[in-house]
């Protein structure tokens, strides 16, 4: 079966209209290459996937945004993202922590993509992540894309949510996130357990 190819342009206006050939493409081509980063610097196989399923939410925000343009390579973009994200991660865990990038965005990462179901299973998470979204509510959907999509800082979000301080903010967004990932994983074992 062939596998199609996509400009970054493309990807970017596939995410803005949710078009699902693009969605499972993204998951396709670009995890290897983030699993990589997240395995080679400490990381589980868990926590690559949560790492990028996190990129992809920040991608997808960003598309959302008629004014965004790319201001690089689409996977260079993915990579900065993901290796920013994991380095907070690293930080919060470790203290001060130096990746090992001998596999960039452009290392060899074709030994990874052979894995159709794992690959198949993520398509639909993304289906499954945007609906959670959608089932957030406030203030957490605001909050969660101040941070990852807007960038503003913890003491930024506390002033503008009204919380006393930047540790307070931080706590919400864990709340949040927690919120979002039992939003997200009921949805789906209802959907795969119907039963239960």
């Known amino acids: 079966m062939a ?3 996509f400009t970054d ?9 949710n078009n699902d050939a693009i969605i499972r493409s993204v998951y396709k081509k670009f995890y290897p290459v983030i699993a990589r980063l997240v395995l080679n ?16 939410l920040v991608l997808y925000h960003h598309a959302q945004q ?6 690089c390579a689409l996977q260079t973009y993915l990579y900065s993202v993901a290796r920013r994200l994991w380095l907070k991660q ?17 290392g ?4 990874t993509a052979s894995d159709v179901e794992v690959y198949q ?8 992540m945007k609906e959670s979204i959608g089932q957030l509510g406030e203030p957490c959907k605001t909050l969660l894309e101040d941070f990852y999509t807007r960038h503003l800082s913890m003491d930024e979000i506390a002033d503008k949510f009204g919380y006393t301080n930047a540790d307070n903010a931080k706590n919400q967004k864990y709340k949040c996130l927690q919120r979002l990932k039992k939003i997200f994983f009921i949805d789906k074992e209802g959907r795969t357990h119907e039963e239960h």
Do not use: C
């Not at 196989?45 to 990129?55: G, L, M, S, V």
């Not at 008629?66 to 201001?71: A, R």
């Open 108 to 111: 060899d990462v074709a030994d």
């Open 41 to 56: 610097n400490s990381g589980t196989e868990q926590e690559a996937k949560d790492i990028f399923q996190e990129t992809v």
């Open 121 to 128: 299973q993520r398509d639909q998470n993304i289906s499954r």
């Open 90 to 106: 690293l930080h919060k865990k470790h203290g001060l922590y130096k990746l090992d990038e001998r596999f960039t965005e452009d």
């Open 66 to 71: 008629q004014q965004f343009t790319l201001s």
């Open 3 to 5: 596998t199609l190819v």
């Open 9 to 17: 342009k493309e990807y970017i206006e596939g995410l803005r209209h």
